[in-house]
T-cell receptor, first 114, second 114 residues
């Protein structure tokens, strides 16, 4: 079955600490991969995406993610978090064909203390 | 550019009552999605429209849920009759296309069934 697994439910960091959020997926075929973020009181918005090419993708606000096909992983990283990064982060996967659904993980809540 | 609009933002109903949600996508976006997000989980696709045709409704509980997108613009999602387990946030999203296009999410409607 197609699924996305996010390893951490809640991560607590101090400002300037490094961040890595794990994401593994189970999906047959070519995939597109996404990280979405939901800041408190705001809409879900796209942080970054991978469709093809360089497996290291850079997104907004200094975030990056690396697609490792052999490990079915798409981990999110940021070298130095800020208090404003406090949010819920969702990993999602989609097949590379029209009509395939975007499948989300359960999300990881990141709390950054100043 | 105006975002995806949804109404109402909050709704409280009793079980066995009916409820309807409205979504207005970003202008020009041909693809529209309805998601259900239960507390502690990621969004789950209920139905996807391409213009006014249904692309995927495999996870829509058709005995009680219905959705339409007349004229390929606005969409409504209806639940009749509601059950306690329908309590969730209902998200609408839209995109320019189906494969490599970003989905833009609305603020959601938080439904509580008592």
């Amino acid at each position: 079955a197609q699924s996305v697994s996010q390893h951490n439910h809640h991560v607590i960091l101090s400002e300037a600490a490094s961040l890595e959020l794990g994401c593994n997926y189970s999906y047959g075929g070519t995939v597109n991969l996404f990280w979405y973020v939901q800041y408190p009181g705001q809409h879900l918005q796209l942080l970054l995406k991978y469709f093809s090419g360089d497996p290291l993708v850079k997104g907004i606000k200094g975030f990056e993610a690396e697609f490792i096909k052999s490990k079915f992983s798409f981990n999110l990283r940021k070298p130095s978090v800020q208090w404003s990064d406090t949010a819920e982060y969702f990993c999602a996967v989609k097949g590379n064909q029209a009509g395939t659904a975007l499948i989300f993980g359960k999300g990881t809540t990141l709390s950054v203390s100043s | 550019e105006a975002g995806v609009a949804q109404s109402p933002r909050y709704k409280i109903i009793e079980k066995r009552q009916s409820v309807a949600f409205w979504c207005n996508p970003i202008s020009g976006h041909a693809t529209l999605y309805w998601y259900q997000q239960i507390l502690g989980q990621g969004p789950k696709l209920l139905i996807q429209f391409q213009n006014n045709g249904v692309v995927d409704d495999s996870q829509l509980p058709k005995d009680r849920f219905s959705a339409e997108r007349l004229k390929g613009v606005d969409s409504t999602l209806k639940i009749q009759p509601a059950k306690l387990e329908d309590s969730a946030v209902y998200l609408c999203a839209s995109s320019s296309g189906q494969i490599t296009y970003e989905q833009y999410f609305g603020p959601g409607t938080r439904l509580t069934v008592t």
